[in-house]
């Protein structure tokens, strides 16, 4: 690239990071609903109110005030965290006379908690009903209703723009697109910066991003990068820049851009391994446990948090068992000073046993989080979904050319979750009989541990750690499932089951140190992912063929197999995508059994040792 390509490049780099401010996308329908309220409000001068519901960082404000812009109208920002500070800003509204349009934004405004601070919001209420006076209340939907006072329910506005932004993977490269290069702006349409912006390859690393986090991010990513394209050295090389650089400045953009749950968490590398231990039993209940409603956050107790330390303590590590409930608490009440969870300091709680405890940082942050912790290995396994960083990691050799393959499909495999007991279980014929027989279902048909055996006996094989192997499972509710080769399958069948809960409710299992997936639910059919033309064999007792699991394929053939075992204790499969049915053993044998044989004759055929 010569100098004059370099300046030109620099140049439009410089132009978009000045026009990045005023870059919205993926808000058009709620700036479109914004723009009608003050239009008719401006036409009847009429006031009312409005809730701009959404999470932080939405991009409400900068839509009200884009809006705003174009009628010319001031906008007036009062913060709830000022009410406390100085009541007069109430007092003084609360006589301020009707001066013509004035538009408020009450930011935060489900941190109005007291009812002398509550009594703001009505004042405002009642000065739109009777001045022109437009009340947007900027709040969260997930406390807001909560924390209202009975009374506050009537006066609140029926009128409500909800920005909750769920824009599919090509709309989230579109407008990392539109970040970099800003439309209607003659200033960034080189040819040079538009060619060099594509060769970027920014859909490959935007992945993860999207996966996990929402345009604000990616804002500040693109803001990132603007940066650096502006300001880079003369003597740097734009040709390196965007296969090495690109993917330094993801990385740390990330760790500074997102809210500042690592920093506070890091603070728990210097707790005691107890305040440790407690924090990660808040964390499993409040995952586990769904909450009252839509709009509240899911809560434990601090008696729940002890009883769920005793267990942990008495199961992995006896050493750090204590005799009273108190030492417990009194860790809670360390972990809400550190700022890493929330209680409710209400003075009707007066057993601080029954008092609510819940997360104050993301639980997929903690989660990424946990390998870093110094536990013992036992408790590392206990929180660990996968497998901890350190533990011993499947050898499994992807470079080799894929052509000798086995493709194991398990078809009706019982895995369905129910809330008993207040949490999220997977039902299993031994633990919840009596549940399945008042739903009128027949216990024997759940049967979870076939799946877990399966996939123990499958993954655990030499032919997966050879790179021979990939599986499929399929539910009876009909939920496809792929599995890593690289994945760890948890040894007990509790946390089988607690990881299974996961994976139907996230739809994704990831690895604890990288953001690779382990498991996922995938789109029906399952012959989308098997190779085209392939042998598909169905394991079935109820057949005249038989044929040892040595003769499946030729030692000389090369063609992946694909074999279909059904993963019930009983019955059969029915399926329409085999091309035949056979039997290995002139025996019925178990479906764990059948996956092992399988293996163990492929890796005879192949000489896999």
Request: proline share 4%; aromatic share 10%; charged share 25%.
């Amino acid at each position: 690239m010569d100098g004059h390509e370099q300046s030109f490049i620099i140049d439009c780099a410089q132009h978009a990071l000045d026009a990045l401010d005023h870059q919205i996308v993926g808000l058009e329908e709620q700036e479109r609903q914004i723009e009608q309220l003050i239009t008719e409000f401006q036409s009847s001068q009429q006031g009312q109110c409005c809730l701009l519901e959404g999470e932080p960082n939405c991009g409400r404000e900068s839509v009200l005030m884009k809006v705003l812009e174009k009628f010319d109208l001031p906008l007036r920002v009062v913060n709830v965290g000022y009410i406390s500070a100085d009541p007069l800003i109430q007092e003084t509204l609360a006589r301020e006379k009707n001066e013509g349009f004035s538009v408020f934004l009450i930011r935060d405004a489900d941190e109005l908690l007291t009812p002398h601070q509550q009594e703001f919001l009505y004042t405002m209420a009642d000065k739109a009903t009777r001045f022109s006076w437009f009340v947007f209340f900027s709040i969260t939907r997930h406390s807001f209703a909560a924390k209202l006072e009975k009374r506050g329910t009537s006066r609140m506005p029926r009128i409500r723009v909800t920005f909750d932004q769920a824009p599919n993977f090509e709309e989230f490269c579109g407008a990392f697109r539109k970040f970099l290069i800003p439309a209607n702006n003659k200033n960034v349409l080189s040819p040079y910066y538009i060619e060099f912006v594509d060769k970027l390859n920014y859909q490959k690393w935007l992945k993860p991003v999207y996966e996990r986090y929402n345009y604000d991010v990616l804002k500040q990513i693109a803001a990132q990068i603007l940066m650096r394209i502006a300001f880079i050295d003369e003597k740097e090389n734009f040709e390196t820049f965007s296969a090495k650089d690109v993917t330094t400045i993801i990385e740390e953009t990330i760790g500074f851009c997102i809210p500042g749950n690592n920093r506070r968490l890091q603070l728990l590398h210097d707790q005691t391994l107890r305040t440790q231990c407690v924090f990660l039993c808040i964390h499993r209940l409040v995952k586990n446990r769904p909450a009252d409603n839509a709009l509240l956050t899911p809560k434990t107790t601090y008696r729940t948090v002890f009883l769920e330390y005793k267990k942990l303590a008495n199961k992995n590590y006896t050493i750090l068992d204590v005799h009273s409930d108190i030492f417990i608490f009194r860790e809670i009440d360390h972990l809400v000073e550190l700022g890493l969870v929330k209680a409710d300091k209400g003075a009707n709680v007066t057993n601080t046993s029954f008092r609510k405890v819940w997360l104050d940082v993301d639980p997929l942050t903690v989660e990424k989080s946990i390998p870093s912790f110094q536990l013992p290995t036992k408790m590392t396994e206990e929180y660990d979904v996968v497998a901890p960083p350190n533990a011993k990691k499947m050898k499994t050799d992807m470079t080799k050319e894929e052509k000798k393959i086995l493709y194991v499909v398990l078809e009706g495999c019982s895995l369905e979750t129910a809330k008993i007991g207040g949490e999220y279980v997977i039902l299993a014929s031994d633990k919840h009989a009596n549940f399945l027989r008042k739903q009128k279902k027949d216990p024997a048909d759940y049967r979870p541990d076939i799946l877990h055996q399966c996939l123990l006996n499958l993954l655990d094989s030499p032919l997966n750690r050879a790179g021979k192997l990939r599986v499929f499972f399929r539910t009876t509710k009909n939920v496809l499932v792929d599995v890593s080769p690289q994945c760890r399958i948890p040894r007990t069948f509790d946390r089988f089951c607690g990881l299974m809960v996961q994976l139907l409710h996230k739809l994704s299992i990831r690895a604890a140190e990288t953001s690779q997936k382990l498991m996922s639910v995938i789109k029906n059919p399952v012959t989308n992912y098997l190779p085209v033309g392939s042998k598909k064999i169905l394991m079935s007792f109820n057949t005249q063929e038989i044929c040892l699991a040595n003769k499946l394929v030729s030692p000389e053939s090369d063609e992946p197999l694909v074999v279909i075992i059904g993963g019930i204790a009983r019955g059969k499969i029915s399926i329409d995508y085999n091309d035949s049915e056979m039997k290995i053993s002139n025996y019925p044998l178990s479906a764990a059994l059948a996956c092992a044989k399988v293996t163990s004759g492929l890796e005879e055929i192949w000489g896999i040792i």
